[in-house]
């Protein structure tokens, strides 16, 4: 084996899960075959058994391996998936829809402190205009956080900032034009159907089927866009599959197709690490990620960030750079230090760990 391990800030198991990983998607390891087995790994890493199960686990939570008792692990993860199914023998199904989960609310506590920190230590600049697409310290501390905790490699000026998603969504039509048709789950959170309408948009309603839109539904649309939550869509709780996230890779390959990912409510995943994003999956440079500070803080606090792909960073400052920034600073500069002192993190890790043990119980 070639696996190899290093000192570096990265945990073990997430060097072994991604070299393994990529082994999977590059088809060393094809469809149905067995992986190196736990021992196997242990010895020639000489890591502990621990550590590999980690990995292990970790590729199979997100779609990649399955365990069989007393036989070890396999790949069922399959490259090809997708727009293969003969539209005689499609049957779409829609999961039943499903409440949000309701969360630990974040530590007022820390918030307040951090408020009054800011006006303390910020004064000088909090009456002062934020440039357009944010302040550039929130930026890189959004930039970091994304590289430290999303594997996502980006550059502080793909940071847009606004007041939230629906903003956002907005945005977005005005960069890339209403002339576009844009695909959209259905059936999907009311306001990015109420979003594009009231935009003057055209767009499509994709069906969902168990692990995301449709295979079908995707290779006939019209769509050079789709709108996309691949982590718990709502209202029916669907995640899509490793297979699912690949297949909305593919399809995003002909020229000119750009995938939304609206990645709201991923990092409380019970996940051993959050979902891998489609912008870290995708080599074509096409993928806006979204999210927004609305369920990990608070909904009071009305603020989104969007990450563009390189080659619309210049669409976006020459059609949309005059416009002001929606966030105000003294918000901006509070979320920024909840991000560089750790705090936004620990909530994070905080309200992941009591669902697990909500799961175990």
């Not at 939570?61 to 023998?89: L, T």
């Not at 539904?217 to 995640?239: C, D, E, M, N």
């Not at 959050?274 to 603020?303: H, K, W």
Request: aromatic residues 10%; glycine residues 6%.
């Amino acid at each position: 084996m070639r696996y190899v391990t290093d000192k570096s800030s990265r945990p073990v198991y997430l060097q072994i899960y991604r070299q393994i990983r990529g082994d999977i998607i590059d088809g060393i390891y094809p469809f149905g075959t067995k992986l190196p087995s736990m021992r196997l790994l242990c010895d020639e890493l000489s890591v502990s058994t621990v550590t590999v199960e980690h990995a292990y686990s970790l590729l199979c939570d997100e779609g990649y391996a399955e365990s069989r008792e007393r036989s070890g692990f396999f790949v069922i993860f399959k490259k090809s998936d997708g727009f293969a199914a003969p539209a005689e023998a499609h049957t779409a199904h829609v999961a039943v829809p499903q409440a949000r989960h309701t969360y630990a609310d974040f530590p007022f506590s820390v918030l307040s402190k951090t408020m009054r920190r800011v006006l303390s230590d910020y004064s000088d600049v909090l009456l002062e205009k934020s440039l357009g697409a944010g302040c550039p310290e929130l930026r890189e501390a959004i930039k970091s956080y994304l590289i430290r905790n999303r594997g996502m490699s980006l550059e502080s000026r793909q940071i847009i900032i606004g007041s939230g998603a629906e903003y956002l969504y907005g945005l977005i039509i005005a960069m890339l034009g209403r002339d576009r048709v844009y695909g959209i789950e259905s059936p999907s959170y009311q306001k990015i159907e109420q979003v594009y309408r009231a935009a003057g948009a055209r767009y499509e309603l994709l069906s969902l089927s168990d692990d995301g839109i449709d295979s079908l539904a995707l290779k006939q649309t019209r769509a050079s866009v789709i709108h996309t939550t691949p982590y718990r869509s709502f209202p029916t709780g669907i995640t899509a599959s490793a297979n699912k996230r690949h297949e909305y890779i593919r399809w995003s390959g002909t020229r000119g197709r750009i995938i939304i990912e609206d990645d709201f409510e991923s990092e409380f995943s019970v996940s051993s690490k959050p979902e891998d994003t489609l912008y870290s999956l995708s080599e074509y440079d096409n993928v806006i990620y979204m999210n927004t500070f609305s369920r990990t803080i608070s909904p009071a606090l009305r603020v989104g960030y969007m990450v563009l792909p390189k080659h619309l960073v210049g669409v976006f400052e020459s059609k949309l750079g005059f416009y002001s920034c929606t966030v105000p600073t003294f918000e901006q500069f509070v979320l920024c230090e909840l991000l560089n002192s750790g705090d936004f993190e620990r909530h994070i890790n905080r309200v992941r760990r009591g669902l697990r043990k909500e799961l175990k119980a």
